[in-house]
């Protein structure tokens, strides 16, 4: 396509600079694997066809005050029936797999961070970390046994960065336990709720989960609706 455009003989500077505008419009750098990604749905949302991950353009991210006053809008009561019984599948994942002696630790925890209250109610050993609402980086300086992500991971602007400190927060044969919607076949884009909170940026497919496996060396993966596992 490039060749036959120089081809023209009515070619001009303006028209050079205008093609290859056009160009970088239609392709951004995904955040996740750092490979090429084409233009998906309207002007912002780009999907890469290393990982198949879908994300928004650097262009249309939104600012940290933007983020977290959308985020303080969110009624995540800790007692609030509705939203335990929402998160209960990764807390009955901690459960099932790990003792109260364990330690572990909710990542994106949020202005309410219900599942790190529901695992203390039953004795469990959990730290707490947020850039917005728990910022206290010192927590991010030990390993822990099970790290939690539950509606976090589709917030991420740069998720090859936030994976890669996951994994090294984790000790061995520890457990990150994710809670996302994943983008699956027949769902149809435009209309699906999930892509219209502007914070959610990056949306997973279950490729994209394998992509973050086999990049990070975890043991195991494992996906239900909802949870996803990754055993180190």
């Given amino acids: 396509m490039i060749v036959a455009f120089l081809e023209r003989k009515t070619l001009n500077l303006s028209a050079i600079s205008d093609f290859f505008n056009t160009c970088a419009l239609l392709m951004e750098i995904c955040p996740l694997c750092n490979s090429n990604a084409e233009l ?11 990982c198949n991950g879908i994300f928004v353009a650097k262009a249309y991210l939104p600012d940290s005050v933007a983020e977290k006053n959308r985020y303080n809008n969110h009624q995540n009561n800790v007692d609030d029936v509705g939203y335990r019984n ?8 901690v459960i099932k797999n790990y003792k109260p002696e364990h330690k572990g630790l909710d990542f994106g925890a949020g202005p309410g961070p ?8 039953k004795g469990y050993q959990i730290a707490l970390y ?46 990150l336990f994710i809670m996302t919607y994943l983008f699956e076949p027949g ?21 994209t989960f ?20 990754l055993k180190y």
């Fill in 86 to 93: 929402f998160v209960s599948p990764i807390v009955n994942g």
């Fill in 210 to 229: 394998q992509w973050i496996k086999n990049r990070y060396s975890f043991s195991d993966l494992h996906l239900s609706e909802r949870l996803i596992y």
């Fill in 114 to 121: 219900v599942v790190a209250s529901m695992l203390l109610e």
């Fill in 187 to 207: 769902i149809d884009f435009p209309t699906w709720p999930y892509r219209r909170d502007f914070t959610h940026v990056f949306f997973y497919t279950f490729e």
């Fill in 130 to 175: 947020d850039p917005f609402f728990q910022p206290d980086k010192s927590v991010l300086n030990t390993q822990y046994d099970y790290i939690v992500c539950c509606e976090v991971v589709e917030h991420f602007h740069r998720p090859g960065a936030e994976f890669s400190k996951l994994h090294k927060l984790l000790k061995p044969g520890g457990t």
């Fill in 40 to 50: 998906f749905f309207e002007s912002k949302y780009f999907r890469c066809s290393n």
